[in-house]
């Protein structure tokens, strides 16, 4: 047998019934949660790469208005060391923020022809549904990331607390 979908063994069975009511009322449901991932996915990313650079400016601007006064009183080595946490936190999230980023460009980004798109995905759904996957998973990376960072943050201030 010829013709689309290919079918060059012909291991499709003829003797199926055709697809019911319902059959079809779930096929359309599927179809519209896939459009509600899709855009799930991009609007979370966008909303934690706010949050994020939201958080990241409150912290930075603790760091530069009460950062000098809380370590003052401290010796040179928790100084070091405390000054050591809190870099490094800020590199960590500043990682976290460009995954966010980076996250948030894959989904506005559609660098590839359709035919590419037939080739690679089979379908413009199939290629929709797989940059949501891969959305969602650069977010949540850049959410674990932040959360280590939100440790060596806690851990820069109880050792302020502690040491003092």
Do not use: C
Request: glycine fraction near 6%; proline fraction near 4%; aromatic fraction near 10%.
């Amino acid at each position: 047998m010829t013709g689309w979908p290919p079918d060059p063994d012909n291991s499709i069975r003829r003797d199926l019934p055709p697809p019911t009511k319902n059959d079809l009322a779930e096929r359309d449901y599927f179809i519209a949660r896939l459009d509600d991932l899709v855009g799930a996915a991009r609007d979370s990313a966008k909303n934690w790469r706010a949050g994020l650079m939201g958080f990241v400016s409150l912290v930075t601007t603790g760091i530069v208005i009460q950062g000098h006064q809380t370590v003052a009183p401290l010796d040179t080595s928790w100084k070091a060391t405390v000054s050591s946490l809190v870099t490094l936190g800020m590199v960590v999230i500043l990682l976290g923020l460009w995954f966010s980023f980076n996250a948030e460009i894959a989904s506005q980004s559609m660098n590839l022809s359709l035919g590419e798109i037939r080739e690679n995905y089979v379908s413009l759904r199939a290629y929709e549904v797989a940059q949501a996957v891969q959305i969602s998973r650069r977010t949540h990376r850049s959410m674990l990331i932040a959360a280590f960072r939100f440790l060596l943050l806690l851990a820069g201030i109880l050792l302020t607390w502690w040491v003092t």
